[in-house]
């Protein structure tokens, strides 16, 4: 049993369930049920990656989650103005800016602040412009913390992939990173949220991280799923960040 002070939130990412509807391009699974699924399990946001190459998930998803569901939508993307012209016009209640390769399997890390800075600046500040809470997903470096509070941003989702990967001395190493990241960002006045490559085993650590918000967390669950339903895998993860314990 771990002990903590905040209780912590859990996005669903439901790319996958598109993944699998575009291996045949049809109509099932459907991507909204899915979704429906994962509130009444206990999500307390929903997260879609809208890719530029629309692997998974397509515009008009977007579009009716954003009608649709109940609670937040939390739109992933990467930095281009086709993406940005699409979330202006949907409006979602967060959005978390994604750097994004064509021939990545999956996000592979974080966003470098540093680099093509005035698309950057633009797409922030046109999304706060709208209303939208805009987290950066940012690998757990202090000079990235420091330049996402610098941009205004609303909060920074640390990439916990390397964390995820890593194993015996090494994944100590990466737990203290995101440790150290996640305090320099709430010392910084930012919302700190936590993703990529998390389960039903590795998330136990990162529960007794206080800083840490928010989880999101889309392949494992969804894997989950397979046997057990939407509702009942996002409700067993639930169960494990509210308690502490499977
Ligand atoms: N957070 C971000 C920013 C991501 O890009 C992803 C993957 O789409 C996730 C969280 C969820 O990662 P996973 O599917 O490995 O749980």
Do not use: W
């Not at 946001?45 to 939508?73: C, G, M, N, W």
């Not at 609303?154 to 194993?167: F, L």
């Not at 590795?202 to 894997?223: D, K, R, T, W, Y």
């Amino acid at each position: 049993m771990i002990a903590r002070t905040v209780s912590q939130k859990l996005g669903i990412n439901i790319d996958h369930v598109a993944t699998l509807r575009q291996a045949r391009l049809g109509e099932e699974p459907s991507v909204l049920e899915a979704a429906i699924e994962a509130e009444q399990g206990g999500a307390d946001s929903i997260t879609v990656h809208l890719r530029e190459d629309r692997r998974h998930i397509q515009d008009a998803d977007v579009f009716e989650l954003a009608e649709k569901i109940y609670v937040p939508l939390n739109l992933e993307m990467s930095v281009s103005a086709g993406i940005l012209k699409i979330a202006l016009k949907v409006s979602p209640e967060k959005a978390c800016l994604v750097p994004e390769k064509r021939k990545e399997l999956t996000t592979e890390g974080g966003l470098d602040l540093f680099s093509k800075r005035n698309p950057l600046i633009r797409t922030i500040d046109a999304l706060l412009a709208k209303k939208v809470d805009v987290s950066l997903f940012i690998d757990p470096v202090e000079d990235q913390v420091r330049e996402a509070a610098r941009l205004g941003a609303y909060a920074i989702e640390i990439h916990t992939g390397s964390y995820a990967n890593a194993v015996g001395k090494k994944k100590e190493k990466e737990l203290l990173r995101i440790r150290r990241a996640a305090r320099l960002g709430r010392e910084l006045g930012l919302r700190v949220h936590a993703g990529h490559g998390l389960n039903y085993e590795n998330i136990f650590p990162l529960l007794a991280v206080p800083e840490i918000i928010e989880f999101n967390i889309g392949h494992s669950i969804v894997s989950r799923a397979m046997f057990v339903g939407i509702a009942r895998a996002v409700q067993e993860m639930k169960k494990i960040i509210t308690s502490g314990k499977c």
